[in-house]
């Protein structure tokens, strides 16, 4: 199995929007509506830290000797923290990693490389046995209600597995805690002994947030917990979850496509493409100031309640091309080849991601708001080389500034291209 290269990057220059990639085009139709923005606390002690995460998935050859010819490259160096009862929202299109991120948080993958830090314990290479105690601590909502359930088991034992599994109640307690969770998650009590097909799309995710809520979990990893459901009851699944993280204090790693959804259930946004994060920011600076293009353009799709009442238009931004394959990245920046403002040096360094504010992260090196990107490289400073990405004598990297989890208490000036503190 072989990919060929992907397409050389756009050339047209920094600061500048190249035509074709962009357009005005009516606002789409929906309007996602949900209650209760909750606010981050950046105080709070991080409940995950995810240090370098990778996951390379082998390509196999085919025929009866079956030897390993590539990589899937499905995560490839992610680093992020999650606080205590907090929810980290995490966005990019198909393919990009979102759930392979997940899967290895839950430990349902073993990681090829980087840490997993649940309250400061790395758990990466933890085994069966070891895990046992985690899977309380650590639940997940899956991507699809209707596969993630067992067709052939009632509600009730799909919901009771996990207490008896882990033997946290009296096996004659399972059924009343089993409604009890039925009632949180606002389905009837009486319907425990249904299968899952007698539920409609909505209320089988009611029931895998259920399962989820099972063992009181510390941290959720919702893995796209609406985009299987209509649009009409996104919103009321998001505003139980939302209810459900405040009265449980639960935290949330939340995945998603669209960023219109995280936008009123995550303080904190990581924005992904192809196997890395490109962005992450707190939501005023993801939402009102996005620097990377990529982000810039999945923004430009998302409705904006504001504008959509006032009949408004708003600009958009065409991602050309398709995702290239993660068996065979593009070198240098893994956007570039759909790039809008990609120049030579894309294609030759890869783009740190950069501390560029208090609570914003960027991996781009001609960061800047939309129709502000800088002419010349931001990163080449802290990275120690010239434009060219040769190596500078004695020019140092500036390792606290770069690829670490969390927020340092220093960070790059765009503006003056120094550091600065808080
Ligand atoms: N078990 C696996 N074996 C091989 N490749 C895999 C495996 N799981 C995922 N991949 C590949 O890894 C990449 C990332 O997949 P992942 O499911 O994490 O993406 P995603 O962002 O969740 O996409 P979607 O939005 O469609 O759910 C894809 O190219 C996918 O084909
Ligand atoms: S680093 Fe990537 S995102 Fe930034 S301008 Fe270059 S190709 Fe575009
Ligand atoms: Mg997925």
Sequence with gaps: MSHAEPTPAAESAPGEQSSAAEEIIPDPGHVFEAHGQSEADFSAKPILTVDNLKMYFPVKSAGIIRRTIGHVQAVDGVSFEVRKGDSLGLVGESGCGKSTTGRLITRLYKPTAGSIAFEGTDISGYGSR????????????????????????????????????????????????????????????????????????????????????????????????????????????????????????????????????????????????????????????????????????????????????IGGRRERIRLEGDVPSPINPPSGCRFRTRCPIARDICARVEPPLMQVGKRHKVACHFAGELGQHPATPVTTGVLGVDDEGHDVAGAQRRSDLLDHPGYQDTWLDLKTGQPVGS
């Design 130 to 309: 070891q895990l046992l105690p985690l899977r309380r601590d650590i639940q997940m909502i899956f991507q699809d209600p209707a596969t993630s359930l067992n067709p052939r088991h009632t509600v009730g034992s799909i919901i009771g597995a996990p207490l008896r599994i882990h033997q946290v109640v009296p096996s004659d307690k399972v059924l009343p805690r089993v409604q009890e969770l039925l009632e949180v998650v606002g389905l009837n009590p009486e319907h425990y002994n249904r299968y899952p097909h007698e539920f409609s799309g909505g209320q089988r995710q009611r029931i895998g947030i259920a399962r989820a809520l099972t063992l009181q979990p510390k941290l959720l990893v919702a893995d796209e917990p609406v985009s299987a459901l209509d649009v009409s009851i996104q919103a009321q699944v998001i505003n139980l979850l939302q209810d459900l993280q405040n009265e449980f204090g639960i935290a949330f790693l939340f995945i998603a496509h669209d960023l219109a959804v995280v936008r009123h259930f995550c303080p904190e946004v990581a924005v992904m493409y192809l196997g890395k994060i490109v962005e992450i920011a707190d939501r005023d600076t993801i939402y009102g100031a996005p620097h990377h293009p990529y982000t810039q353009a999945l923004l430009s799709a998302v409705p904006d309640v504001r504008q959509a009442s």
